[in-house]
């Protein structure tokens, strides 16, 4: 039996579980672990016990974290490796990049981001490169071209994706897929282009799930059959081109911290995708860690324990983990039917 070790899994236990109990496999966690018998190690996080356990991986075994993703997937690094591809937003990595930004974005609306920030926090819109600058401090920053015109939901409100993307490698050998079910996560308010007036309004401007509510989401599939006005081809061609930067990125990391990586590493990202009005797909940022929690409250401390679910989360996240559990163990569950293969990204030379 396919023995999955979840003593580091964090908040993605109570959906580990339940997934794993579907898929026939046997979780374990804590003084149940055994090292010998293990197939999955699952881990949340980045930490001691991670990098003990893929120093340690034997042929047979996997772990859920690529090495080096939590640096290669920062938006700064994200931003390096996309450059001037025609699915990124022109982004400036602050302080560094402050020269050219104020040579390349002298007027149009900017949008600014904490370089380690999440769930909203830290962002702030400004009217130009000048304004941007007079307020920069040492702070670690990106800032990236706002896209003021972009695909609106029937409601008129702004809205994002959150696509699920599964990257795996194992000898060296790669393979990233994409999730064809996922979230469209709406701003709570209409959309109104930025001005004076509103470019403080978040609940306008940003589609984070912790800035709005879970009653402003949908998911990607149903978001689709109604004719919201996504390409499919659209969103599989900008997921491929943020995979290929992945890679790249974590290429870059690993040769600045050369350390052996595990022999089998998968690991589930959240990619944001924002459409413009003309449907084309921006990459917005990679979220290395994203959130599988299924309870009807986000905001709320998390809880192992928690009954009340959001069905929505629960439907596409379920999707998402045991998609991802199906293709790396080769199960050819029902989960896996929802995820495509994306194109091949080059063969890593770390193992040769």
Known sequence: MVVVDATYASHTLPLLRSVCAELGLRLVEGDDSDDDATTVFWHSLSNAPYKARRAA???????????????????????????SAAGHPATWVLPRDAPRLAAEASSGWLIVKPADGAKGT?????????????????????????????????????????LYVL?????????AYLCRDGL?????????????????????????????????KTGLAEFVADGGGLRRPALAACAAE????????????????????????????GFDVLLDAAGAAHLLEINCN???????DPQAPFSPDRRTVSPLDERVKRKALGGALS?????????????????????ASFFD
């Open 184 to 216: 469209v996560r709406s701003c709570a308010r209409p959309y109104a282009p930025p001005d004076a007036s509103n470019r403080d309004e978040r609940t306008i401007h940003l589609c984070n799930t912790a800035v709005n509510s879970n009653a402003c």
């Open 327 to 347: 293709l790396v163990l080769g199960l050819g569950a029902d989960h896996a039917a929802w995820w495509d293969e994306l194109p091949p990204a080059p063969r």
């Open 290 to 296: 994203p959130s599988m929690r299924v309870d009807d």
């Open 122 to 162: 830290g962002i702030w819109l400004a009217r130009d490169a000048a304004e941007v600058l007079e307020n920069m401090d040492d702070k670690p920053r990106v800032c990236q071209r706002y896209v003021a015109d972009p695909l609106l939901d029937g409601a008129g409100r702004k809205f994002d994706l959150r």
């Open 167 to 175: 990257l795996m490698e194992a000898g060296g050998d790669r393979r």
């Open 57 to 83: 991986l034997r042929d047979g075994q996997w772990v859920s974290k690529l090495w080096g993703a939590r640096r290669a997937s920062t938006k700064a690094a994200v931003a390096d490796a996309c450059g």
């Open 242 to 269: 943020a995979a290929a930067a992945l890679w790249a990125s974590l290429d870059g990391e690993r040769r600045r911290r050369p350390a052996r990586p595990g022999k089998n590493a998968f690991q589930l990202f």
